[in-house]
């Protein structure tokens, strides 16, 4: 806020007077704060242009391998184990993953990850028969593997790169990148897939994670995490004393617990995804196939995810409580709009009831993970981001093999699934509204801070 200009908008008007319009160099500094993160922090920059190329090969191989999938074996429960597929294994390597995140340079360990991505997708060109499916699946669990080591080390780079004040702006711009991305990926995506074949979408994919290597290649930070007491023995070593001092960690800090399971709550989602697919290829289909209409739903599902965060930041600003706060009503707002898909007359509405509730969805990814990077010591956060990713991989597991289940075996038509999950969306809200009375504010955990040089001052203080 500019100096001199009054807390809130209206308080001129409490003194009897019309309250003046808000500052220009206030409206422009909120209007500009995410281009001058990007343009004076050169680290967050490098790495949010290797997250945005890699994302977007993302999300062009994504409706390319439903499409595969698909139209090899006309199952839904081959989608189903496929999302299984992309979710569970992050699940059983996060507990080495977080260990490993807080114990070696976690520049290096993100690029081996990128490269060992972008070779092993080249094997998704081999697959053309009903009997070469399963390398498909092999594939994905491979590189999703990859990306149990690489998400936990991104994410807890972000608060070394990072001051307090550009905290939120960052996390807020990996989120609005990720469903830009998204929402560009799949819509392109699948009208590449349709119009030129799936092979183009695997060769983009695996391209840009070696872009994506180059990038963060370019960071210059100290990216060795805080040195731990080691301890001797064979548990030390093989990192079995690390991965227990982070479970009791979680354990004894009950306000990272309830964080961690926010996205457990989102989890749910999965089945909606797999929902995604079936819309599209049953229920909306265009063109006479799955490609186009899948490629819609999920890009409007991008430009809601985008818009949440980013807009809720420009009318809360970046106080933890607001934050906290928004969460509850935020699965409810899922809900909602997830039990009015199940409605909806057209493709059209089906995109808007989908991109509202990804917009409620997208508030509850990024504020908890803010949350969590203010709560958390930086030499707990591997650990920590891994715990999490893994939780919230099961039950996207469980909720995708369920709803893949009920559809391809007890036969529940995808509108009464839609309607199903919108309803247990409002469990976790109700979980969240209710502990928040036993929730006690604290100063952020000590996060090394970055010291700028003059041209990247800090260009918006921390609200709150």
Same mark, same amino acid.
């Given at each position: ?34 281009? %001058? ?20 090969? !993302? ?23 496929? &999302? ?14 977080? =260990?490993?995140?807080?114990? =070696? ?7 081996? $990850? ?23 699946? =092999?594939? &994905?669990?491979? #590189?999703?593997?990859? %990306? ?6 991104? #994410? /807890? ?6 001051? !307090? ?14 469903? /830009?991305?998204?929402? +560009? ?37 100290? /990216?060795?995490? @805080? ?12 990192? &079995? ?78 106080? #933890?409580?607001?934050?906290? *706060?928004?969460?509850?009503? $935020? ?34 990814? +990024? ?19 891994? /715990? ?24 529940? %038509?995808?509108? #009464?699934? %839609?309607?199903?999950?919108?309803? &247990? ?11 928040? @009375?036993?929730? *006690? !504010? ?20 921390? =609200?709150?």
């Amino acid at each position: 806020m500019a100096r001199g200009a009054p807390r809130h908008p209206n308080a001129a008007a409490a003194l009897g007077t019309p309250p003046p319009p808000l500052a220009v160099d206030d409206y422009n500094r909120r209007l500009n704060i995410y281009l %001058s993160l990007l343009r004076r922090n050169r680290n967050f920059r490098l790495l949010f242009f290797g997250q945005a190329i890699s994302q977007l090969g !993302d999300w062009f191989n994504a409706v390319a391998v439903y499409a595969l999938l698909l139209e090899l074996t006309g199952s839904a429960t081959a989608v189903a184990w496929m &999302m299984i597929v992309q979710f569970l294994p992050i699940a059983v390597v996060g507990p080495v993953a977080g =260990v490993v995140v807080d114990r =070696v340079n976690r520049r290096r360990l993100m690029i081996a $990850a990128d490269l060992v991505r972008g070779v092993l997708i080249l094997g998704l060109l081999v697959v053309r028969r009903p009997d070469q499916v399963w390398i498909a699946y =092999v594939v &994905m669990a491979l #590189t999703v593997s990859a %990306s149990g080591f690489f998400e936990p080390a991104r #994410t /807890a780079t972000i608060p070394n790169i990072t001051t !307090d004040a550009e905290l939120l702006p960052a996390n807020a711009l990996s989120a609005a990148t990720w469903s /830009a991305m998204l929402a +560009v990926g799949a819509s392109v995506g699948g009208l590449i897939t349709a119009l030129a074949g799936r092979d183009i979408a695997f060769t983009i994919n695996a391209a840009s994670f070696f872009v994506s290597a180059y990038f963060i290649g370019r960071t210059q930070y100290d /990216a060795t995490p @805080p040195a731990g007491e080691r301890r001797p023995g064979l548990a030390a070593l093989t990192g &079995m004393t690390d991965l227990v001092e982070g479970l009791r960690y979680i354990r004894r800090e009950p306000q990272v617990a309830a964080l961690i399971c926010v996205k457990a709550g989102w989890g749910l989602a999965g089945g909606v995804l797999l929902l995604l697919t079936i819309f599209g290829q049953r229920v909306f289909p265009v063109g006479g196939g799955a490609a186009a209409g899948i490629g819609i739903l999920y890009g409007a599902r991008g430009l809601g995810a985008g818009l949440g965060p980013i807009t809720l930041r420009w009318i809360l600003g970046q106080e #933890t409580r607001a934050l906290r *706060h928004t969460i509850g009503p $935020a699965f409810f707002m899922v809900g909602v709009f997830y039990i009015a898909l199940a409605a909806a007359p057209s493709l059209a509405v089906a995109a808007l009831c989908v991109l509202c509730a990804h917009f409620g969805g997208s508030i509850l990814w +990024v504020f908890s993970t803010v949350l969590l990077q203010l709560e958390v010591p930086d030499r707990f956060r591997g650990r920590v981001f891994a /715990a999490e990713l893994a939780l919230v991989t099961l039950v996207t597991s469980a909720s995708s093999y369920w709803t893949g289940y009920e559809l391809d075996h007890v036969g529940r %038509s995808p509108r #009464t699934l %839609s309607f199903a999950l919108g309803v &247990m969306f409002c469990v976790p809200g109700t979980l969240w509204l209710a502990f928040q @009375p036993r929730w *006690h !504010d604290r100063e952020p955990a000590g996060v090394p801070q970055p010291t700028p040089p003059p041209e990247e001052e800090i260009l918006e203080g921390r =609200v709150g």
